[in-house]
């Protein structure tokens, strides 16, 4: 069973920048593409950016390309969300996921209304202020 722990959340003005990490338990680590997703307050939850195994592979929606980077650290079982340019409509709860032996575009697939992952973490609080 993996764990995940995500940290990093807070309130940030517009144009900031906020950098989530998400911590996995257990050895397997490196077998798992990882996501992150969000959800705000009355809408359905968002896949927003995912990362192969490796790190050679990452997948964004479109809304925030070029804004913000997905990252891994496979010796510290972790991996990052860096938000560049935050704007107010990116106030959310980010969640991070994992799903085994899979690729980064494979994380923002839905099935009768729900991604396809193995694991989700609790979630952290980003809130942007305009």
């Known amino acids: 069973q993996v764990q995940l722990v995500e940290s990093g959340g807070g309130l940030v003005q517009a144009g900031g920048s906020l950098r989530l990490s998400c911590a996995a338990s257990g050895r397997t680590f490196s077998t798992y593409a990882m996501g992150w997703f969000r959800q705000a307050p009355g809408k359905e939850r968002e896949f927003v950016a995912a990362i192969n195994w490796s790190g050679s592979s990452t997948y964004y929606v479109d809304s925030v390309k070029g804004r913000f980077t997905i990252s891994r650290e496979n010796a510290k079982n972790t991996v990052y969300l860096q938000m560049n340019s935050l704007k107010p409509e990116d106030t959310a709860v980010y969640c991070c996921?994992?799903?085994?032996?899979?690729?980064?575009?494979?994380?923002?697939?839905?099935?009768?209304?729900?991604?396809?992952?193995?694991?989700w973490g609790q979630g952290t609080q980003v809130t942007v202020s305009s």
């Open positions: 996921a994992a799903k085994r032996l899979a690729t980064a575009q494979a994380m923002g697939v839905m099935s009768g209304g729900r991604f396809l992952v193995d694991h």
